[in-house]
């Protein structure tokens, strides 16, 4: 009687322990990830991990990391109470980030993350405003939504001591002011002098004064060089300025 009692107590256990396992199914976004539960390796996903005890569990996944991108594992702990539990993990988006000079800053929303070149995970949805700063020169800024296992690289040229075009546009429009100005003064100086020798040749032809007919050709003459003189010198500056303009 008594050894029948221990029998019926012993499959009693036996059925109940057996009834209590439940199943977990991994699933994730990339799949083929390695899953491991509670330091075990259970194999890649998507998989189903059958015979595990009710509690809490720790479960670990590991994204792939043939390329060495050193993406960080995704830990989460689960609390298995039924006899089937699904779980569904977004690895993060994950971001490679160089640049032509090495060292340069990179911040998130004004705060500095690191120096290239930087590896930076988040997750997916999650848009960040990133800045890469380098000593003097103009910040490159730019958004980097990731995606759920997504892996990104992005080589930036935070244009060494000046962003060539920003620095193009900065000197080149007061230059060309500068040289405009200059060209104006030399064609109007060129006008004025070749209408005074007009006035004085006109004056020289039709004066009868012989004492001032000399005093009026010296003037025109004079006036002419000055206005021929003017005027190279109006094509001289445009010349420059246009060889400038391309080389700068």
């Avoid at 009693?12 to 009834?19: D, E, K, N, P």
């Avoid at 002419?224 to 010349?239: E, L, P």
Wanted: proline share 6%; with cysteine; charged share 15%.
């Amino acid at each position: 009687m008594i050894g029948q009692l221990l029998l019926y107590l012993l499959l009693l256990h036996a059925f109940s322990g057996s009834s209590e396992e439940v199943t977990l199914e991994v699933s994730t976004t990339p799949p083929r990830a390695e899953v491991v539960i509670d330091g075990r390796s259970a194999g890649l996903s998507p998989l189903i991990v059958s015979g595990l005890e009710p509690g809490t569990h720790h479960v670990e996944v590991i994204p792939p990391s043939s390329q060495g991108w050193g993406i960080q594992p995704v830990d989460s702990t689960v609390n298995l109470t039924a006899s089937h539990t699904r779980l569904i993990l977004y690895l993060p988006g994950t971001l490679h980030i160089t640049s032509n000079s090495r060292g340069a800053l990179v911040l998130e929303g004004g705060r500095p993350l690191g120096y290239t070149p930087l590896m930076i995970s988040k997750a997916a949805g999650e848009a960040l405003e990133l800045t890469v700063e380098s000593s003097g020169a103009i910040p490159y800024h730019w958004e980097w939504m990731p995606t759920a296992g997504s892996r990104q690289e992005i080589h930036v040229n935070p244009f060494a001591k000046k962003h060539p075009a920003a620095h193009a546009e900065d000197s080149r429009l007061p230059t060309a002011l500068y040289v405009g100005a200059a060209g104006l003064v030399w064609v109007v100086s060129s006008i004025i002098c070749s209408h005074e020798a007009d006035v004085a040749y006109d004056r020289y032809h039709a004066t009868a004064d012989t004492s001032r007919m000399k005093d009026y050709y010296d003037r025109a003459v004079l006036l002419d060089k000055c206005a021929g003189f003017f005027w190279a010198s109006f094509q001289v500056t445009v010349v420059g300025a246009l060889a400038w303009w391309m080389l700068s």
